[in-house]
């Protein structure tokens, strides 16, 4: 049950960016009462609603093995009368892209409101807060970070007041030239009150010298490298972009009102449009600035010649299946995955058995090819909550055993094909694969729908160093000993490929199984610290 508010707010009035002695400041962050909420209340029932992301990582955390976490969801909306509860319900379905803080502004032609806090977006927008969301525009935000204080500094949306007027900015990447950026900002008089990517896009857009806030935006977009998809806001308009490479999803959806102008959405996964009852129109293309205002909607190429790398692992875990992104349904995407390492990878089994619930729909996608049965032998408790194992260490160590448990008359006496979408450390493939067997299963072969992932991300993905990554310093035979599995097999790169395109012809980034990064990452040190050792 969620309590409410704690009744802990942070209260920071006009921080002026101005250093002693320099000129009016090109921009000024505004954070103001009581726009910044913090919540005590532990999230564990409401992220195991929500299944594999929450359940799953929350009751690992500080354990063995987490998953990989995406770091952002972002959604815009423009035309609506109640904006703040239109973003509300597209976050709450983005809830699986970070669970950490989440943020709402909205416009009414005339002024711009934020509020943002830590915890689910259940639990800092109430009623009584959204009330507070007033105008027909708002963009929203919800963040996965890992630190408690700099992680409400960083909440989004950040809302400023710059020599182009105010504006409100979320984003969902990572930017790999900071440092460079960062450097040269300073020199002309920016002082940063975050670590966020997206201040440095608003001094960008504030230190420009293009004529029109629109010109500013491009041009600020255009200096910048990585990933990022972004919405931002001005008292009248709403922009989203997409960074050259496509790497993290945007779409654009459309709530037809028979009244008037219909409302424009942007949500980084479709199925926020399915909450919202808005129809999927298309996605923003890499390298594409979008403007929505009361005339319409323009669009315009900031970048256009920068091959596309789409993050391939949005299909294999972050993203949603009943998301389309990239031009692909996710649940397809996952099926194929499942039906090639069928093709590649067969062994004789008795019954395929998804590792839940990330690994269900590769899972049935190699039951349909092999014609092996699928069962769910597996079954997660959905109501695990990270309080109840972070206390003991001695507790830690039964995470696996508390998510899970086999259902043993299925498991007893047969061999099975466990199906999961990605190892990282190898600890909970082992557990995983040990409870199999003390089952009574009489043989455990594990499949992964992706292939080894052996080097860290820099573009908005939260990965282990590069030491901790098993497939990084093992061979797939060392790995099979390590988890004690009587076979390993991953999907082929070309195999993973091949699944996630699906004709469309989508080009994707690949580099946390190749190392071959689609970017110069000149300043990884300032983009993740750990990556950054892994690379020495
Ligand atoms: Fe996605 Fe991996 Fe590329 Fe990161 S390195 S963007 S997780 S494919």
């Not at 909306?77 to 970070?98: C, E, K, T, W």
């Not at 950026?181 to 002082?191: H, K, M, S, T």
């Not at 001005?234 to 945007?250: E, K, M, Q, S």
């Not at 099979?480 to 091949?498: Q, T, V």
Request: proline share 5%; with cysteine; hydrophobic share 35%.
């Amino acid at each position: 049950m969620i309590e409410g508010v704690s009744g802990e707010e942070t209260r920071i009035t006009q921080i002026s960016n101005a250093r002693p002695g320099s000129p009016l400041p090109a921009a000024s962050f505004e954070v103001e009462e009581p726009q910044i909420l913090r919540f005590s209340t532990p999230a564990s029932e409401e992220c195991a609603r929500w299944g594999p992301r929450f359940a799953q990582d929350d009751n690992l955390r500080g354990a063995e093995d987490p998953k990989l976490r995406e770091h952002c969801g972002v959604v815009a909306i423009h035309g609506h009368p109640d904006a703040a509860r239109q973003a509300y319900l597209g976050l709450y379905a983005l809830q699986h892209r970070g669970q950490e803080s989440a943020g709402i502004a909205t416009a009414n032609g005339s002024s711009l409101s934020n509020i943002k806090g830590m915890g689910l977006v259940s639990e800092i927008f109430t009623d009584e807060v959204l009330d507070k969301l007033k105008g027909d525009m708002a963009i929203g935000h919800t963040r996965y970070s890992t630190t408690g204080d700099s992680a409400l500094l960083n909440a989004q949306p950040i809302r400023v007041e710059s020599t182009k007027g105010l504006i409100a900015i979320a984003h969902n990447g990572n930017l790999v030239n900071l440092g460079n950026l960062r450097a040269r900002l300073e020199r002309e008089g920016a002082f940063f009150q975050t670590t966020s990517d997206s201040e440095i896009i608003v001094q960008l857009i504030a230190h420009s010298r293009a004529g029109t806030l629109v010109d500013a935006i491009a041009d600020s977009l255009s200096q910048v490298d990585g990933a990022f998809s972004i919405v931002m806001m001005t008292r009248d308009r709403v922009f989203a972009a997409r960074d050259p490479r496509g790497f993290r999803p945007l779409s654009m959806g459309r709530i037809p009102n028979p009244d008037g102008p219909d409302t424009i959405v942007f949500a980084s996964e479709t199925c926020a449009f399915d909450l919202l009852r808005a129809r999927f129109e298309r996605d923003v293309e890499p390298g594409e600035l979008v403007m929505v205002t009361s005339d319409g909607v323009t669009s315009r190429r900031y970048s256009t010649g920068i091959p596309q790398s789409s993050c391939i692992f949005e299909h294999v875990y972050f993203a949603r299946p009943d998301s389309k992104i990239f031009n692909r349904w996710v649940q397809e995407s996952r099926e194929q995955m499942g039906r090639q390492l069928a093709r590649e990878s067969g062994v004789p089994a008795d019954l395929v058995v998804p590792v839940p619930d990330s690994g269900v729909t590769a899972a049935i996608g190699y039951a349909a090819e092999s014609g092996i049965p699928f069962r769910f032998g597996l079954i997660r408790n959905h109501y695990v909550g990270r309080t109840f194992i972070e206390p003991e260490q001695r507790v830690r160590d039964f995470g696996v055993k508390l998510k899970l448990n086999p259902v043993r008359n299925l498991l007893e006496g047969r061999r099975i094909i466990l199906i999961d979408d990605s190892i990282i450390r190898g600890t909970t493939s082992r557990k995983i694969v040990r409870m199999v067997r003390s089952a009574g299963a009489k043989e455990v072969h594990l499949r992964i729908s992706c292939p080894p992932t052996i080097s860290p991300c820099y573009y908005g993905v939260d990965t282990p160093r590069k030491s901790e990554l098993i497939a990084a310093n093992n061979s797939i035979e060392e790995i099979r000993r390590f988890i004690e599995a009587d076979s390993l097999a991953y999907l082929s790169l070309e195999g993973l490929e091949k699944a996630c395109d699906g004709g469309e012809g989508n080009r994707f980034c690949v580099a946390c199984y190749t190392g071959d990064y689609p970017t110069h990452w000149v300043d990884v040190e300032d983009i993740l610290p750990a990556a950054a050792e892994a690379v020495r």
